[in-house]
């Protein structure tokens, strides 16, 4: 109770009172130390232990992953006497949640060469850990894994292989998952199949799986009414979008929150209703904090709207002054404009916050292993090497085959660590497909997961490698996918 409420000395004392405490007494006041954030004493108790249970081990590990202490985690899971389902659960889902995917995967390896079936917790945090990372093939081998040990008739699997699916860009597989669902499906199973069609741009799909829903007498939560908003501002279905949220506000009687409002403000935004979007901004039933400000801003950046854009940075400065992505956005409009002095003045402006821009970052599955890469080149990096020279060749290619020319004037487009025509070239999604080009055998499609929203020049250049190779290219960036081929996009330059 002292710990939920952040007072650890209370704990403490309270511990300290007890003439011999228990196994059980001992665990809580390690559990007390690391709610409260403090792993030195969550330590310090665990060596003072005169006893030590499989559980007190459990809560280390819980405790060290979930603040990212993985050194401390793995030198406890080293150490531990013996581990259960609880101990490998929580080192794969500890890593999978910050991103460590090869050693999330690294783990469930090693506890499937042990002969230890994984449980529940295990598949879903390996699943998880497939679906961040884009890890297709390993997603395929964990689905075979699932088949064989009989673990299909778990809902809570079934629809992490769907978002698996979805997420690795591989739409049919989550259909086909979605389909064979035993029993009745979960408004979770519902809104993970939605999901899945509207980041990949099926919005008419997505909208008829929801009316699909409706009829079959699932009632719609506001999670599912999120999803199916993002769905139609994916898509370009303003209309629709307008009745969807009418629906959920006149007919199932759902308050609408802040998502729900963002979604608003993006359907309008990213269809150039500028006016529109502000004016739905400003009659927000409640107030609007960053991200709606935010998602005004990316759209007048997009749309290269000057002066609504001041404005909306004159509202974000007073919620948000320090975040550099929107003087980042600020600084694309005033260039695509032409005002190089005001560029310069908000780039002065960060120097000055000390403000750093989120570096962009790509990765690759080859070989069920995943390969990162960042923006620029590293002459001491092998694998960066071989994928500069590999883009070299290629962007020659398509410069003599498919007439490229570099996509320079807005290319700071909300694409954080990579500038100007020199960096262009670098940025890590076209170094992460050239790598898998020179990797990845004749025919496989190449799949890249990107952090931050793919710029206009690389979503050139995925078109014409694409058209020139006769490849296929599925690119998911912060909020979609781009599925490349025959040098067309599935977002039909909408994104």
């Known amino acids: 109770m002292y710990a939920e409420c952040g007072c650890v000395e209370f704990a403490q004392n309270m511990f300290d009172e007890i003439p011999e405490p228990n ?3 001992w665990n809580a006041l390690v559990t007390a130390f690391f709610r409260c954030v403090d792993v030195k004493g969550a330590e310090r108790v665990f060596n003072l232990m005169p006893a030590k249970n499989l559980a007190s081990y459990n809560l280390m590990l819980a405790g060290y ?3 990212g202490e993985f050194e401390f985690a793995r030198k406890v899971f080293d150490e531990m006497p013996i581990r259960d389902e609880v101990s490998w659960s929580t080192m794969i889902v500890g890593f999978a949640q910050h991103g460590y995917f090869n050693e999330a995967f690294e783990y469930f390896r090693e506890l ?3 002969g230890i079936t994984p449980n529940e917790v295990s598949l879903t945090g390996a699943l998880s850990a497939c679906a961040q990372a884009g890890a297709l093939e390993f997603a395929k081998i964990l689905h075979g894994y699932i088949e064989k040990v009989g673990f299909v008739w778990m809902i809570p699997v079934n629809n992490a292989l769907t978002d698996t699916y979805s997420k690795c860009g591989s739409i049919d597989m989550a259909l086909l998952v979605f389909q064979r669902m035993p029993g009745e499906k979960s408004i ?6 939605i999901a899945g069609l509207a980041i990949q741009g099926y919005g008419e799909e997505a909208l008829s799986l929801f009316h699909e829903m409706e009829y079959s007498g699932i009632k719609p939560d506001g999670i599912l009414f999120v999803t199916i908003l993002y769905s139609c501002s994916h898509s370009g279905l303003v209309e629709k979008g307008d009745e969807i949220f009418d629906r959920m506000t006149k007919f199932y009687g759902i308050t609408p929150e802040i998502e729900h409002y963002g979604c608003m403000v993006d359907l309008y935004g990213r269809a150039g209703q500028l006016a529109k979007a502000y004016d739905f901004v400003t009659k927000m039933t409640i107030s609007p904090n960053v991200v709606i400000w935010r998602t005004l801003l990316g759209a007048c950046s997009f749309h290269g709207d000057l002066q609504l854009a001041e404005r909306v940075k004159r509202k974000l400065s007073e919620l948000d002054p320090k ?3 929107d003087h980042v956005l600020l600084s694309n409009i005033y260039a695509f404009a032409g005002k190089w002095k005001d560029v310069a003045t908000v780039r002065r402006s960060m120097a000055e916050l000390k403000l750093v821009k989120t570096p962009g970052w790509s990765m690759i599955e080859v ?3 995943m390969y990162t890469f960042v923006a620029g080149f590293k002459e001491d990096d092998a694998v960066i090497k071989e994928a500069y020279e590999k883009l070299k060749e290629v962007m020659l290619r398509i410069r003599i085959e498919g007439g490229y020319v570099p996509e320079v004037v807005n290319v700071l487009h909300d694409i954080e660590d990579e500038e100007k025509e ?6 890590s999604e076209k170094l992460a497909v050239a790598f898998g080009m020179g990797r990845l055998t004749k025919g496989k499609i190449v799949r890249v997961v990107k952090n931050l929203r793919v710029c206009k020049d690389c979503h050139n250049v995925m078109k014409l490698i694409s058209e020139v190779y006769g490849l296929e290219i ?3 960036d912060r909020s979609r996918f781009h599925s490349f081929k025959n040098g067309s996009c599935s977002c039909r330059d909408y994104w």
């Not at 979770?188 to 199949?193: A, D, K, L, Q």
């Open 23 to 25: 196994i059980v007494t």
């Open 65 to 67: 992953t979930k603040l």
């Open 112 to 114: 499937h060469k042990l």
């Open 188 to 193: 979770v199973s519902w809104t993970s199949i």
């Open 323 to 325: 975040n550099s992505g």
């Open 367 to 369: 070989d069920k292993v």
């Open 422 to 427: 020199g960096s262009v070239m670098v940025h």
């Open 474 to 476: 599925v690119l998911r």
